[in-house]
């Protein structure tokens, strides 16, 4: 069951970088960044999910306060 707090705003994976009218938007780091296909099938540049502070899933860590 999810907690009250249980957001990514509120997680120890959450890396804000800005914010919208909806709340912060950051970075999820819980697992290790994705690789996007460049030229000729090759990685090109890794990246973390963009995710907005109102989500939360089940890797959710509650930050330390």
Same mark, same amino acid.
């Given at each position: #069951?999810? %907690?009250?707090? /249980? &957001?990514?705003?509120?997680? &120890?994976?959450? @890396? =804000?970088?800005? /914010?919208?009218?909806?709340? !912060?938007?950051? &970075?999820?780091?819980?697992? !290790? !960044?994705?690789? /996007? @296909? ?6 090109? *540049? =890794?990246?973390? !999910? *963009?995710?907005?502070?109102? #989500? $939360?899933?089940? =890797? $959710? %860590? =509650?930050?330390? %306060?």
């Amino acid at each position: #069951m999810k %907690d009250k707090n /249980q &957001y990514c705003s509120n997680c &120890y994976f959450f @890396m =804000a970088t800005g /914010q919208n009218e909806n709340g !912060p938007i950051g &970075y999820c780091r819980a697992n !290790p !960044p994705t690789f /996007q @296909m460049g030229e000729n099938n090759r990685p090109s *540049i =890794a990246k973390f !999910p *963009i995710v907005l502070g109102g #989500m $939360w899933c089940g =890797a $959710w %860590d =509650a930050t330390d %306060d």
